[in-house]
Each structure stands twice: as structure tokens, then as C-alpha cells.
């Protein structure tokens, strides 16, 4: 699913609703949505970040966080 087609879908629902992340396919536990990143890039089942911003840093993210170049570039929603 791509950002286009969350918003195309999110669209025909009532905004005030909270977002609930379910935390595996079979449905074993849910978590209401508290952010969302984008600064990341998906390849092989990893997340990682496509650039160090300051924050990044002093939260303690190093080179060594950074996502491969053919990553591709993705946004996380995390509880």
C-alpha cells in the first residue's frame, strides 16, 4: 500500500477516529497509532533510516542505522 492509497482509503472515514495498529496478521493484539516516521527505507523484512537528522543523533542513531541506497523509501506508523 502505498501513502496515496492510505489517504484514498482514509478519506471515506469519520477523521476524529483514533488509528489502531494491529500488531500481527492474526489479529493478537492492537495499539493505538502514537506516530509516524519518515525517514525510512524497507528491504528484507528491515527498517532503517534513510537519513541521520539531529534528533536521530542524540537519540542515539549512528551510520550503521542507515538504510541501503536501493532501499526502498516507506513511512512507519508506530504505537
Do not use: W
Not at 484514498?8 to 500481527?24: A, C, G, H, M, N
Not at 492474526?26 to 495499539?31: I, L, Q
Not at 534513510?50 to 537519540?59: I, M
Amino acid at each position: 500500500m502505498t501513502v496515496r492509497e492510505l489517504i484514498e482509503e482514509l478519506s471515506k472515514v469519520d477523521p476524529d477516529r483514533i488509528v489502531v495498529l494491529q500488531i500481527d496478521p492474526e489479529g493478537n493484539g492492537y495499539n493505538p497509532a502514537d506516530g509516524v516516521d519518515d525517514n525510512c527505507g524497507y528491504k528484507d523484512g528491515e527498517v532503517k533510516k534513510e537519513h541521520l537528522r539531529t534528533a536521530d543523533r542524540k537519540a542515539g542513531f549512528t551510520d550503521e542505522d542507515l538504510c541501503d541506497p536501493d532501499a526502498k523509501p516507506c513511512v512507519v506508523l508506530y504505537p
